[in-house]
């Protein structure tokens, strides 16, 4: 089978709509013509008719003889075929027939013409004669004579001028078509070169941009070869969106998942793009989008090393906010060549800042609580060799001073260790099922001694079921600096009162006393290392100031908290919370027996 081209399909479409057209606009101008003449002759034999009517209304004769002569006389005059036809039907003139004829031919009553004159005063027809052999237009009117109604006159002319005016507007369209097929070939051609050129540069662009299939490289034409890689390229642009919507969400995640708050900025310096963590940072619901970045944040560092990204130039630069809490940024701003615009990273290095901070200070309170006794120690071991030591009554009071304050360096030293066993052995610890009123009842033990020296009421009103969930030693170790703090912080005679509370799952130890209490100022840094309420009682005390640091840290690392308020009257009560432990079968709690003698002694009723 042929395969059409483009230029093919054109001229083939031309030839077609011209002759279409051709042939449509000759059937139209054939019929309209054909009416016109019609109607132009039917006008005509009316007039005619009207006149032989009336010469016929004048004759006194309805004879052959008479009538026939007048009718041919008629005819001869006008070019017209002139009939005369009696009531009954028979023709008694003609001006195409002779004489003898007349007499032969047969009747015409039933002529539509004759019969429609007779009923309506006129008759028009259009029929094939087979007396003349030729389409023919009939006109017929009514005569009357003398006595009435005589017969009919009819006009009669034959239709040849318009079939051969007609064949000749057949001959005109004819070549009319020629000619516009000639037309219609250069035309397409013409047009087909101009639209194929057009069409074989955008075919070749198609090829250069797609990656062309075979199937449309053999399609029929031109068109359908740019359509096939259309279709290509519709696919491949299907496959990128879907890699760019892929990298849009991957690349979103990857934004939103950010600790960091990261802005980026058009060449304007307008935020162009914003993560969660900056919306949060901003306390936005909805990005910032099209508004300066300068005008959100007005921090003067932070607009020159925008200013100076947007220039091409990357930096880094440190600020601090103020209000409503002092918190330190570290911003990194870097250029984007393509977009001319630049990306802003601000990273909060407040926890790092207040570390580095928490660590000077510990060196620095380290340094100066064992300075004290290292210095105490070294100065007595030097008046001791410089000649004290054969002095008794000197000699006791130094080497009294070198166990006071070894025993003091060695209780800053543990200490510090238990500090570091706690930084470092967070994930060390073993979290299982303990009992709070034993645990209490060791502690108390433990501190029976210095209870009983300052004579001091310590009522412990810890359920026996209440169990949490923590490290035994650690716990052991929380209550132990707990009611060691109060036990040397209260006066003699006063008294520590104990108590469990369980809610929502989580299990409140407090430790109050009814001491003097501790002054608001002071409170919130009770837990900081070396932090002294009084420093110079502390001391007299053996205190290190970092037994509530360690209490923190070993809670912390249990899951729980600590925390201190104030007691009413007076006095002050530190409490912490651990997540509670499942209750335990009755069996289970045999085994934790009730206190010995030496543990009784250690209580008092309230």
Not at 564 to 593: C, H, I, N, V
Request: aromatic letters at 4%; one cysteine or more; proline letters at 4%.
């Amino acid at each position: 089978m042929v395969k059409l081209g483009v230029r093919g399909r054109l001229f083939f479409v031309s030839l077609f709509l011209i002759l279409g057209i051709g042939f449509a606009v000759g059937a139209f101008l054939e019929h309209e013509l054909r009416v016109w003449a019609e109607a132009s002759i039917e006008s005509e034999l009316r007039k005619h008719a009207q006149s032989a009517r009336e010469l016929m209304g004048l004759s006194r004769s309805a004879a052959i003889e008479d009538v026939d002569p007048l009718a041919d006389r008629l005819g001869a005059a006008t070019s017209l075929r002139i009939s005369v036809i009696a009531i009954d039907g028979r023709i008694i003139a003609d001006s195409e027939l002779r004489a003898e004829e007349v007499y032969a031919a047969e009747r015409h009553h039933e002529r539509p013409e004759v019969v429609a004159s007779l009923q309506q005063g006129i008759g028009v027809s259009r029929r094939y004669s087979a007396t003349l052999n030729t389409n023919m237009l009939y006109v017929a009117v009514p005569y009357d004579g003398p006595e009435g109604l005589l017969g009919v006159v009819r006009v009669a002319k034959p239709l040849t001028d318009v079939d051969q005016a007609i064949g000749e507007l057949r001959l005109v369209l004819m070549i009319g078509a020629l000619l516009g097929i000639g037309l219609a070939v250069l035309m397409s051609g013409f047009a087909s070169h101009l639209l194929t050129r057009t069409l074989r540069a955008l075919l070749a662009h198609a090829r250069s941009v797609t990656r062309m299939r075979p199937k449309a490289e053999h399609a029929k034409d031109e068109i359908a070869r740019i359509a096939g890689s259309l279709s290509t390229l519709e696919q491949e642009l299907h496959e990128q969106m879907s890699n760019l919507a892929l990298e849009r969400d991957r690349s979103a995640a990857i934004l939103d998942s950010m600790d960091e708050v990261l802005f980026g900025l058009d060449r304007e310096g307008r935020i162009s793009l914003v993560n969660r963590a900056a919306m949060a940072l901003l306390g936005l619901h909805e990005a910032p989008l099209e508004r300066y970045l300068v005008d959100i944040i007005r921090v003067p560092a932070l607009a020159q090393l925008i200013y100076q990204a947007l220039e091409g130039e990357p930096g880094t630069v440190e600020y601090e906010v103020a209000a409503p809490v002092g918190r330190f940024f570290l911003a990194k701003a870097a250029p984007q060549r393509t977009t001319g615009g630049c990306v802003v990273i601000l990273l909060d290095i407040t926890e790092v800042r207040r570390a580095d901070e928490l660590r000077r200070e510990f060196i620095a309170n380290a340094s100066h609580e064992l300075r004290t006794p290292v210095t105490v120690i070294r100065a007595n071991a030097e008046t001791l060799r410089a000649g004290a030591v054969n002095d008794p009554k000197m000699r006791k009071k130094l080497l009294a001073g070198l166990q006071r304050h070894s025993e003091r360096l060695t209780n800053i030293i543990a200490d510090l260790l238990d500090l570091a066993r706690a930084d470092a052995g967070r994930d060390k610890l073993e979290s299982r099922d303990v009992s709070v009123q034993r645990t209490v009842k060791r502690v108390l033990l433990s501190l029976q001694d210095a209870i009983r020296a300052k004579r001091l009421q310590v009522v412990d009103h810890v359920r026996p079921e209440t169990r949490v969930r923590a490290d035994p030693q650690a716990l052991e170790q929380v209550l132990f600096n707990l009611l060691d703090n109060a036990v040397k912080h209260i006066p003699p005679g006063a008294w520590i009162f104990l108590r469990d509370k369980r809610l929502d799952g989580v299990v409140r130890i407090e430790v109050e006393d009814s001491g003097p209490g501790i002054a608001d100022a002071h409170r919130r840094r009770l837990f900081e290392r070396f932090y002294r309420v009084d420093p110079g009682r502390s001391r007299e005390l053996g205190g290190t100031g970092l037994g509530l640091a360690i209490v923190k840290d070993l809670c912390v690392a249990m899951g729980g908290d600590v925390g201190m308020e104030p007691a009413y009257p007076k006095g002050s009560l530190f409490w912490l919370s651990l997540a509670a432990a499942p209750p335990r079968s009755p069996d289970d709690g045999q085994e934790e027996t009730a206190l010995t003698g030496e543990d009784q002694a250690a209580h008092s009723s309230p």
